[in-house]
Structures are given as C-alpha cells and as structure tokens.
C-alpha cells in the first residue's frame, strides 16, 4: 500500500496507547504490504502545538486524523472518544481506523485505475498511429485498398 503514513501520536505514559497500537495493527495487517506506524511521543506545550496534537492518543492516516474534531484544543492530557454505541474510551475507536485506512486503500485503487487507463489509451493511440503511418496496402478485409 505505497504511500501509507500511519502515525501514533501519544504522550509517554499514555495509558491507552497499547490499546491503540493494537487496534491500529490489527487494521494495518489486513493489507498486501506491512506498513510501519510511526510513533511519535509528544513531551512538551511546544511539541503539542508544532504537530496540533489534541490529546492522547490520537492516531494519523497520511496527516489527516482518524477522529478529526477541529474544534478541540491542541493539548497534553488524554484525548476521550466515543465508539460506535457512544460510550467514551481513550482510544480512536477501530471503526474509525478502519474507515481512514480503507478511504486511503479506495483513493489508490481508484488513481492506479487511472493510471493503468491512460497507459492503455497511449498504447491504442501509438498502435493506431503506427498502423496509419505504414500506409498498409490493404484493407481489413485483406483487400486492397483503392487508392
């Protein structure tokens, strides 16, 4: 899955950042290719603001949050969410991760369709171009041509 980011922002004695790490493997290693989470510890105010980093754990799909609240303060402490049933936990809910990982697998799928399309395009264009350039003599019947 080229061009996977996966970060795992945490403050270093985050209680709930195992289980987040967990969740997030268990996500991760349902892809082709392993893809390695970049654990980034967050120790100081300065830190927090430089990286937006809005609380303990908060993991990261290509720089774009998994539970993105663009209202909650950058901060140090944990960082509460809800799951699917709306209970809070202290960590992105799986679904959530799910969800970030897919949309990226979908959006990679979709430009390499693209890519491979516009490939095979270029190839008729050059074959038609090659065919027109030959002056073949015949026709597609195998007839020739009037000329």
Do not use: W
């Not at 490939?119 to 026709?139: N, P």
């Amino acid at each position: 899955m080229a061009d996977l980011l996966v970060e795992l922002l945490a403050v270093e004695d985050c209680p709930h950042l195992e289980q987040a790490r967990r969740d997030l493997e268990s996500v991760l290693g349902g892809g082709i290719l392993e893809t390695p989470i970049q654990l980034i510890l967050v120790g100081s105010a300065d830190d927090a603001e430089f990286l937006g980093f809005q609380g303990s754990p908060t993991i990261r799909v290509n720089g774009d949050d998994v539970v993105p609240q663009p209202d909650l303060p950058v901060a140090l402490g944990c960082r509460i969410y809800r799951d699917a049933e709306g209970r809070a936990t202290g960590s992105p809910p799986i679904e959530s991760i799910k969800a970030a990982v897919d949309a990226h697998r979908r959006d990679r799928l979709a430009a390499f369709q693209r890519e491979e399309a516009a490939k095979v395009a270029e190839f008729a264009r050059e074959a038609d171009a090659a065919e027109d350039s030959t002056g073949s003599s015949t026709g597609s019947e195998g007839q020739p041509r009037e000329g």
